[in-house]
């Protein structure tokens, strides 16, 4: 089985930084996209960011120039390296991975959220 453990959220105030983190284990054979979604109350849930296994990555427009995604692969790792945070921001974030899990199969999978409150 495959697991998505993400940490570093926390409350920031407006203006502050963060940086989350996600590591996948288990059953892995590869790791295609990565990526970090996030859900405010009351709103559906939204893609804030992925990165491919190449290197590209994509951002929703609400966060260009001030959150940074990056991977390492050799540890199975994301993260989400968020700058001048607003109040906004303010939501619970989620990693999701598309992963293969043996040479036929892929899959994907999400962690179990981490809180972000941005607020003076």
């Known amino acids: 089985q495959v697991q998505l453990v993400e940490s570093g959220g926390g409350l920031v105030q407006p203006g502050g930084s963060l940086r989350l983190s996600c590591a996948a284990s288990?059953?892995?054979?590869?790791?295609?996209?990565m990526g970090w979604y996030r859900q405010a109350p009351g709103k559906q849930r939204e893609l804030v960011a992925n990165?491919?296994?190449?290197?590209?990555?994509n951002y929703v427009d609400s966060v260009k120039g001030r959150f940074t995604i990056s991977r390492d692969n050799a540890k199975n790792m994301v993260y989400l390296q968020m700058n001048s945070l607003k109040p906004e921001d303010t939501a619970v974030y989620y990693c999701n991975a598309l992963i293969k899990i043996n040479r036929y199969n892929t899959r994907a999978f999400w962690g179990q959220g981490t809180q972000v409150t941005v607020s003076s």
């Open positions: 990165i491919i296994s190449g290197g590209s990555t």
């Open positions: 288990g059953s892995i054979f590869s790791i295609n996209n």
